[in-house]
């Protein structure tokens, strides 16, 4: 791109799924930080609630991966190169997804932010990730101990899957109505380089 010059198709296409990872990134990985720094000083000692008591707060260092999944006494190095591949794996579904599929990059993004703050954890320290919320009493079982960047890995993964599933429903319809299938959300094709 020469500086002052039109931009391309791409650098807009790129330039608008960096904004969104600008915008959720800090947001994500500021809350999270604060908030596992807080619950390290606050809850070393004792308990805490939300809520009125609807929410505990317990102070966990969860060494596996969601819900306390663990492999083996130190699962943090088969964790982490996983985590790595994970990110690699969602950068390149954002690569394809188009500029306009917001719900798509929001959903990366949300992901990503938080696969990086927990990756964080588990690469600073032996102890595992910082998790404070909870355990949740939902009456049939009691809901695992999560953190900030659980929510944002949780949200963004419903909501991926949710996007995916809207894309197959407009394929489909597409092929049904025997169209050539057709981008969810208009996606425009990557310019030969």
């Known amino acids: 791109m020469v500086w002052g ?4 198709r791409r650098e807009t296409r790129v330039r608008s799924k960096l904004t969104i990872f600008g915008i959720v990134f800090p947001v994500v990985t500021v809350l999270d930080l604060i908030t596992k720094r807080w619950a390290l000083d606050a809850l070393a000692a004792q308990r805490g609630e939300l809520l009125g008591g609807l ?4 102070l966990a260092f969860n060494k596996g991966a969601a819900f306390g999944i663990r492999v083996g006494d130190d699962s943090r ?3 982490v190169p996983v985590t790595v ?3 690699g794996l969602l950068a390149y579904i954002l690569a394809q997804t188009g500029r306009r599929d917001y719900q798509r ?3 990366i993004c949300l992901v990503v932010s938080g696969a990086l703050g927990n990756l964080y954890d588990r690469v600073r320290w032996s102890r595992g990730v910082v998790d404070f919320i909870g355990p949740l ?3 049939i079982y009691d809901f695992p101990i999560f953190n900030v960047a659980d ?3 949780t949200c963004g993964a419903i909501l991926l899957a949710w996007s995916f599933l809207l894309e197959e429903r407009a394929e489909r319809a597409a092929a049904e109505a025997g169209k ?3 981008d969810a959300k208009a996606s425009e094709p990557e310019p030969a380089p």
């Open 55 to 58: 929410v505990p707060l317990t």
């Open 151 to 153: 929510i944002a890995i």
């Open 180 to 182: 050539p299938e057709v």
């Open 105 to 107: 990059i929001l959903a």
């Open 5 to 8: 010059g039109p931009t391309t």
């Open 85 to 87: 591949a994970a990110l």
């Open 137 to 139: 009493d939902l009456g």
């Open 77 to 79: 190095w088969l964790f």
